[in-house]
């Protein structure tokens, strides 16, 4: 079973910077697509940027694209998130997920339930 875990959440001012990592031990995420996805307080969970793992093409979701950017290192087993120019509105519980079937990015990225394998999610708090 695929294991991943984020890190790299904290609190920053609007206007700052984090990334956030995704790991996972055992298993290569080589062989999967990944997801970031976040979920505020009484909201449902959302997209935000999606890898593939057949081509490496990335997807944004609105709200985000031209701030954040979404990168494999396979050396490291790991896919990140560097996130810029942060708002209040960022603010969220963010997961990454892994999924195996070959689907194009942008509809897994609206899919959330269809992901095959979840971590636990890093808080992101962005306040003054």
């Known amino acids: 079973q695929l294991q991943l875990v984020e890190s790299g959440g904290g609190s920053v001012e609007p206007g700052g910077s984090l990334r956030l990592s995704c790991e996972a031990s055992?298993?290569?995420?080589?062989?999967?697509?990944i997801g970031w996805f976040r979920q505020a307080p009484g909201k449902e969970r959302e997209g935000v940027s999606c890898i593939s793992r057949i081509d490496g093409s990335t997807y944004y979701g609105d709200s985000v694209k031209g701030r954040f950017s979404i990168s494999r290192d396979n050396a490291r087993n790991a896919v990140y998130l560097q996130m810029e120019w942060l708002k209040p509105g960022d603010t969220a519980v963010y997961y990454c997920?892994?999924?195996?079937?070959?689907?194009?990015?942008?509809?897994?990225?609206?899919?959330?339930?269809?992901?095959?394998?979840w971590g636990k999610g890093t808080l992101v708090t962005v306040s003054s």
């Open positions: 055992i298993f290569s995420l080589n062989y999967w697509s």
């Open positions: 997920a892994a999924k195996d079937d070959i689907i194009d990015i942008q509809s897994m990225c609206a899919d959330p339930p269809g992901m095959d394998y």
